[in-house]
């Protein structure tokens, strides 16, 4: 039921339709018995600025942001976190009753929830980490692993020099997608941050057998759950990590900023989204 002291949050993007979190935002909500509504927002890329600027003030307490405006999201807000400002973008942004808006980006911190969920006893600090692509999401794993104090970050991508800017401000080193060996080897983790892999897309070429074997490869791409790249992890007896995991990992910290507490344990948003991707 929506009352007249509901609570109002959302998620902004452009495309947003296929977007799961209203999904597993409103069964949280349900399951908490929070009197909370979260709706999808969509937004042209002209008028996004304006957008954001109109809700300030808290009438809407919060927003997710997702592609193409977690860039713009950051440079709107007033204040951000160490870790948005770190990541370049903002997948979250909490509008303050004073006016003020406060940008975080939870996008990390569902990668490493990811990996403590699926590969459990996952270290972050016990060797190099190998990130394929150079997009904002590279970008968010790269703060995340370093954040987190892994000694080294590698950034693999198809136009090198994309690699190297995320390098340039962050640390790590930067490869050409031909050397993925090289930067595959004794790495603890390769994560897969490019589009590659997406339903219909190809795989991504890269000699995954030169990882040790002892390394987790997740990939950031939830549609298929089961994506191409991940297959062959699994072929070669790899752990693996997939990009569901982080969804919902990035949506905990979200629900939290929107509503004031975390959400219930026990709606098993995973089974609610599996069925979802099933459908779809
Ligand atoms: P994000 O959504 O994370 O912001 P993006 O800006 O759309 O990402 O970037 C997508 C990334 O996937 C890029 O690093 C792109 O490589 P380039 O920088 O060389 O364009 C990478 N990518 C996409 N399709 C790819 C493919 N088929 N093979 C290799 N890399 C690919």
Redesign the pocket.
């Given at each position: 039921m929506i009352s007249g002291a509901t609570l109002v949050a959302g998620v902004v993007g452009n495309p947003i339709a296929h977007s799961m979190s209203p999904a597993l935002h409103n069964s949280w909500l349900a399951a908490a018995g929070i009197d909370g509504v979260y709706v999808p927002f969509r937004v042209t890329p002209e008028r996004f600025g304006d957008f954001v600027v109109a809700l300030r003030g808290a009438s809407v307490t919060g927003l997710n942001v997702t592609?193409?405006f977690?860039g713009q999201a950051l440079e709107l807000a007033d204040r951000a976190s160490d870790r948005a400002s770190m990541a370049g973008?903002a997948n979250v942004l909490v509008f303050q009753a004073d006016g003020t808006i406060f940008a975080d980006n939870t996008d990390g911190l569902g990668l490493l929830a990811a990996f403590a969920e699926q590969a459990p006893g996952f270290d972050p600090t016990a060797g190099p980490v190998a990130i394929?692509?150079?997009?904002?999401?590279?970008?968010?794993a790269a703060a995340a692993f370093t954040a987190a104090g892994c000694p080294q970050v590698r950034i693999v991508?198809?136009?090198q020099a994309?690699?190297q800017a995320i390098t340039d401000v962050l640390g790590g080193e930067a490869f050409g997608?031909h050397r993925a060996a090289v930067a595959f080897e004794g790495v603890i983790a390769v994560v897969n941050?490019?589009?590659?892999g997406l339903a219909g897309?190809?795989d991504?070429?890269v000699p995954l057998e030169a990882t040790p074997s002892g390394a987790v490869v997740m990939d950031?791409v939830y549609k298929p759950l089961v994506t191409p790249f991940l297959a062959r992890a699994r072929a070669l007896e790899r752990r693996t990590v997939d990009g569901l995991a982080m969804l919902i990992g990035q949506a905990v910290p979200s629900f939290e900023a929107f509503y004031g507490r975390p959400p219930p344990r026990e709606a098993d948003v995973r089974a609610l989204a599996l069925k979802i991707l099933e459908r779809s």
């Open positions: 592609l193409p977690k973008a394929l692509g150079a997009g904002g999401g590279a970008r968010g991508n198809r136009t994309k690699a997608l941050a490019t589009s590659a897309e190809g991504l070429d950031m």
